[in-house]
């Protein structure tokens, strides 16, 4: 099915590990986006990329680096991980027009110790 | 700045009873409004949009009218079922094609 692929759906870290979490789409769509879901506290966007080649800081990009590595991947880097990265993180993309919504992928969990 | 503004809750509903969630915005211009639904594990999902006002978005018995005169885009369904057990978001594109959420309202409709 068409959409917004993540890897891993689930992971523990320990604190000071690094990682990457994957994200691909299908769609053609030219806006890839990076979110972390916390309690109380909605959608903050990390970090986004426009278009192929470009990357943006959104709200909290500190502690996170992201790379577009072509139209349809988009991976988010945590060089050392803390507690407080702990969070469910989604990845979303669209076309660029300004009547256009997001679709997002399925989220990965991720518990850092 | 642009941004989102959702009634708080939890929302508890027995199965069949109206709702209403509200939503209220603060944008330049006239931007685009979503509704989001997030089921329980999964990641969102749209459910609805209007494009300019008075357009009524609708979708699996859900409502929601851009009201410009009020800044609002409540959502509204006549008979919740427990399927509908959610959390929902309201959303802008505003400034910079930049998409401004809401921070959620979670429903649960009990049999």
């Known amino acids: 099915n068409a959409g917004v692929t993540q890897t891993p759906k689930f992971q523990v870290l320990k604190t000071g590990q690094s990682m990457t979490l994957q994200c691909a789409q299908d769609?053609?769509?030219?806006?890839m986006y990076w979110y972390r879901q916390d309690p109380g506290m909605g959608l903050r966007l990390i970090y986004y990329?426009?278009?192929?080649?470009?990357?943006d800081k959104g709200e909290v990009p500190n502690g996170y680096n992201v790379s577009r590595l072509n139209k349809r991947e988009f991976s988010l880097r945590l060089e050392s991980a803390a507690p407080s990265q702990t969070s469910v993180y989604f990845c979303?993309?669209?076309?660029?027009?300004?009547?256009?919504?997001?679709?997002f992928g399925s989220g990965t969990r991720l518990t850092v110790v | 700045g642009d941004s989102v503004t959702q009634m708080e809750g939890p929302v508890t509903l027995s199965e069949e009873a109206f709702l209403t969630i509200n939503c209220t915005y603060t944008a330049t211009g006239y931007p685009s409004l979503f509704w989001y639904v997030q089921y329980p594990g999964e990641g969102l999902q749209l459910l609805l949009k209007?494009?300019?006002?008075?357009d009524k978005g609708s979708n699996k018995g859900f409502e929601a009218t851009y009201r410009k005169e009020t800044t609002s885009f409540h959502l509204e369904k006549g008979s919740v079922q427990v399927s509908d057990s959610a959390v929902y978001f309201c959303?802008?594109?505003?400034?910079?094609?930049?998409?401004?959420f809401g921070t959620g309202t979670s429903l649960t409709v009990i049999p």
């Open positions: 990329s426009a278009s192929e080649g470009t990357t």
């Open positions: 769609m053609n769509h030219n806006s």
């Open positions: 979303a993309s669209r076309r660029s027009g300004v009547d256009d919504g997001y679709t």
């Open positions: 209007a494009t300019k006002a008075d």
């Open positions: 959303a802008l594109i505003g400034t910079g094609n930049q998409f401004y």
